[in-house]
C-alpha cells in the first residue's frame, strides 16, 4: 500500500532541480574555457618570463579563477542532478563565502581607501618593473595607458623602474629614458602607430614632455574615472552578485525539498512495516 502522499509524490520541484543544474552547466563550461586559455597562453610564455611575474600573471589569474569555478559548479551541478545534500551544501557554502568576500572587499576599499590607493600604486608599479618580461601583462599595460590617456604610476617618469627605460647614464639599453608608445599622444589620422615616440622622454621636463606623450600617472586617472563611474561598477557589482544569490537560494530551496522528500520516503517505510497499516 501507498503511503498518505502516494508513492509517486515528491517534494523535490524539477523546476528548481534543472534551473540550478543548467545555471551551474552554462558556468561549468565558461570555466573550462578560462582554464583552456589561461594553460595556452602559460604555455607560450618562457619559463624566466613566467617565474619573474608569477605575481601578476593574467594568464595564472585566469586559470586560478576558472578552476576554482570549475570545483564550485561542479559541485552544483552533480549536487542538483543527483539530489546531493553534502554537494549543495558545499556549493552553496563557497558561493556564500565568496558573496561576503566580495563584499567585505568592497567595503574595505572604500573606507580604507588610501590603503588601496597605495595596493593599487604596489600593483601597477610592479607591472611596470616586469613590462617587458610578460606579453599578456605587456598588453594589458598598454591597452590601460591608452584608454586612460595616462603614463605610468603617478608621472610618466615612474617607467624609469623598469630596466629597459632606466634613466641612469649606465644603462646600456637603447630604450633608455624612454617610455612605451602607448603613452604617446596619437594623431587620430595616423595611419601607422611610431613605436618609438616614447624615445628619451624622461629626460624632458613635464612642459616639454605633455607636447608628446600623456604625462600624468594612471593611477589618479583611475581613481577620477572610478569617482564618475559609480553607477556602472555599481551594475557591474550587482550583475556579478546576481547570479550568486540566485545560485544560494535555489541551492537551499532544493536543499530543504530535499530533506522533506526523505522524509516522506522514512515516514512510508515505517507505516508500511506497521502490519495494522
Same mark, same amino acid.
Given at each position: 500500500?501507498a503511503?498518505?502522499? $502516494?508513492?509517486?509524490?515528491?517534494?523535490?520541484?524539477?523546476?528548481?532541480?534543472? !534551473? &540550478?543544474?543548467?545555471?551551474? +552547466?552554462?558556468?561549468?563550461?565558461?570555466?573550462?574555457?578560462?582554464?583552456?586559455?589561461? !594553460?595556452?597562453?602559460?604555455? *607560450?610564455?618562457?619559463?624566466?618570463?613566467?617565474?619573474?611575474?608569477?605575481?601578476?600573471?593574467?594568464?595564472?589569474? *585566469?586559470?586560478?579563477?576558472? !578552476? &576554482?569555478?570549475?570545483?564550485?559548479?561542479?559541485c #552544483?551541478?552533480?549536487? =542538483? +542532478?543527483?539530489?546531493?545534500?553534502? *554537494?549543495?551544501?558545499?556549493?552553496?557554502?563557497? *558561493?556564500t563565502?565568496?558573496?561576503?568576500l566580495?563584499?567585505?572587499? $568592497?567595503?574595505?576599499?572604500?573606507?580604507f =581607501?588610501d590603503?588601496a590607493?597605495?595596493?593599487v600604486?604596489?600593483?601597477?608599479? #610592479?607591472?611596470?618593473?616586469?613590462?617587458?618580461?610578460?606579453?599578456?601583462?605587456?598588453n594589458?599595460?598598454?591597452?590601460g595607458?591608452?584608454?586612460? =590617456?595616462?603614463? $605610468?604610476?603617478?608621472?610618466?617618469?615612474?617607467?624609469?623602474?623598469?630596466?629597459?627605460?632606466?634613466?641612469?647614464a649606465?644603462?646600456?639599453?637603447?630604450?633608455?629614458c =624612454? /617610455?612605451p608608445?602607448?603613452c604617446?599622444?596619437?594623431?587620430?589620422?595616423q595611419?601607422?602607430?611610431?613605436?618609438?615616440?616614447?624615445? $628619451?622622454?624622461?629626460?624632458?621636463?613635464? +612642459?616639454?614632455?605633455s607636447?608628446?606623450i600623456?604625462?600624468?600617472?594612471?593611477?589618479?586617472?583611475l /581613481?577620477?574615472?572610478t569617482?564618475s563611474?559609480?553607477?556602472l561598477?555599481? #551594475?557591474?557589482?550587482?550583475?556579478?552578485?546576481?547570479?550568486?544569490l540566485?545560485?544560494?537560494? +535555489?541551492?537551499?530551496?532544493?536543499?530543504?525539498?530535499?530533506?522533506?522528500q526523505?522524509?516522506?520516503?522514512?515516514?512510508?517505510?515505517?507505516?508500511?512495516?506497521?502490519p495494522?497499516?
Amino acid at each position: 500500500p501507498a503511503g498518505p502522499l $502516494g508513492d509517486d509524490f515528491s517534494f523535490v520541484s524539477p523546476v528548481a532541480k534543472y !534551473v &540550478l543544474f543548467f545555471f551551474n +552547466l552554462l558556468f561549468w563550461m565558461i570555466s573550462m574555457v578560462m582554464v583552456a586559455v589561461g !594553460v595556452y597562453a602559460r604555455l *607560450l610564455k618562457h619559463a624566466e618570463a613566467a617565474m619573474a611575474c608569477l605575481a601578476v600573471d593574467p594568464a595564472i589569474l *585566469l586559470i586560478m579563477v576558472g !578552476v &576554482l569555478t570549475f570545483l564550485i559548479t561542479f559541485c #552544483g551541478c552533480v549536487g =542538483s +542532478l543527483r539530489e546531493n545534500i553534502c *554537494l549543495l551544501q558545499m556549493f552553496s557554502v563557497c *558561493l556564500t563565502i565568496i558573496f561576503l568576500l566580495q563584499l567585505a572587499a $568592497g567595503v574595505l576599499g572604500f573606507v580604507f =581607501s588610501d590603503k588601496a590607493r597605495e595596493k593599487v600604486s604596489e600593483i601597477i608599479n #610592479g607591472a611596470i618593473v616586469h613590462y617587458r618580461d610578460d606579453l599578456d601583462l605587456q598588453n594589458l599595460i598598454d591597452f590601460g595607458q591608452k584608454e586612460f =590617456s595616462c603614463c $605610468g604610476g603617478v608621472s610618466y617618469k615612474d617607467w624609469s623602474q623598469n630596466m629597459y627605460f632606466n634613466c641612469t647614464a649606465t644603462n646600456p639599453s637603447h630604450e633608455r629614458c =624612454s /617610455v612605451p608608445f602607448s603613452c604617446c599622444l596619437h594623431d587620430t589620422d595616423q595611419a601607422v602607430i611610431n613605436t618609438m615616440c616614447g624615445h $628619451g622622454m624622461q629626460a624632458r621636463g613635464y +612642459l616639454e614632455a605633455s607636447a608628446f606623450i600623456h604625462t600624468n600617472g594612471c593611477i589618479d586617472k583611475l /581613481v577620477n574615472w572610478t569617482h564618475s563611474n559609480l553607477f556602472l561598477l555599481g #551594475g557591474i557589482t550587482l550583475g556579478l552578485a546576481l547570479p550568486q544569490l540566485v545560485g544560494i537560494v +535555489l541551492a537551499q530551496l532544493l536543499i530543504n525539498q530535499i530533506r522533506d522528500q526523505i522524509k516522506l520516503q522514512l515516514y512510508n517505510q515505517q507505516h508500511r512495516a506497521d502490519p495494522w497499516y
